[in-house]
């Protein structure tokens, strides 16, 4: 099966420092890519769908400017979360499709980050 | 924007007892997926229920598709400890799928 991997697994910052997380699809071309907070023993919330090529699709309520994406390549996407404070302490996933849609989706390990 | 309901939120079974969790929509569904997220863990994909009234089996898991294609159901039968976890839901709603909020799955051995 696909197969998506994420860096950092775990990552411990100070408040204020940038947090860069990645996402890359192993062994397939992922044309879509989404990124997904979940808070403790809450649901997975989409927080932006990104295209390889274009600029990131946001989620009401999340700040571009704060989490940037990038998704330069058709199997490599970023996530940078800037200036991060302790609310942003979460459990930060990544997804992958084939298509251009919503199908079946492969998620990576995921990014734990605890922000002091 | 579309929501789906998943019931209930959290259950603790004695081993070899079943369990069943729902999700429920206000709006006929193109599909339904669902995801088993083990503690500490990431989603993974279970299956995909595309027509009405649809049922599938994998090993001791049914999941079925209501004829109106609103709801859907995920039933484990005789749980293990190996069942732990939580089970999501997922929808299609414009290019982007949503998520149930899930129902956790303990096991008593």
Same mark, same amino acid.
């Given at each position: ?19 860069? $997380?990645?996402? &890359? ?11 997904? &907070? ?7 919330? +989409? ?26 390549? +058709? ?17 930060? $996933? ?17 990014? &734990? +980050?605890?922000?002091? | ?5 998943? !019931?209930? *939120?959290?259950?603790?079974? *004695? ?10 929509? %206000? @709006?006929?569904? %193109?599909? !339904? ?13 279970? !299956? ?9 089996? *994998? ?8 004829? #109106?294609?609103?709801?859907? %159901?995920?039933?484990? =039968? #005789? @749980? *293990?400890? =190996?069942?732990?976890? @939580?089970?999501?839901? #997922? ?9 149930? #909020?899930? @129902? !956790? ?5």
């Amino acid at each position: 099966g696909a197969v998506v991997s994420q860096h950092p697994s775990r990552v411990i910052c100070k408040s204020g420092t940038s947090v860069k $997380i990645e996402c &890359r699809s192993l062994d397939f071309q992922a044309t879509t890519m989404f990124w997904y &907070r979940q808070f403790p023993k809450q649901s997975l919330m +989409l927080m932006a769908t990104s295209n390889e090529g274009s600029k990131a699709t946001y989620e009401q309520g999340v700040e571009k400017d704060k989490f940037l994406i990038n998704h330069a390549s +058709l199997t490599l996407s970023t996530l940078t979360v800037t200036s991060a404070h302790p609310e942003d302490s979460s459990f930060y $996933i990544c997804s992958a499709s084939v298509g251009r849609s919503k199908e079946t989706q492969y998620f990576g390990p995921g990014t &734990r +980050l605890l922000v002091l | 924007g579309q929501q789906v309901m998943q !019931i209930p *939120q959290y259950q603790h079974v *004695q081993e070899g007892e079943d369990f069943t969790t729902y999700c429920n929509s %206000s @709006t006929t569904l %193109s599909n !339904i997926q669902w995801y088993k997220q083990r503690p500490g863990g990431h989603p993974v994909f279970l !299956i995909q229920l595309v027509k009405s009234g649809e049922v599938k089996k *994998q090993k001791r898991l049914t999941f079925q598709f209501g004829e #109106a294609k609103k709801n859907s %159901s995920l039933h484990i =039968t #005789a @749980t *293990q400890t =190996t069942d732990v976890g @939580t089970y999501f839901c #997922a929808v299609e709603y414009g290019n982007k799928l949503v998520f149930g #909020a899930g @129902t !956790i799955l303990r096991v008593k051995s």
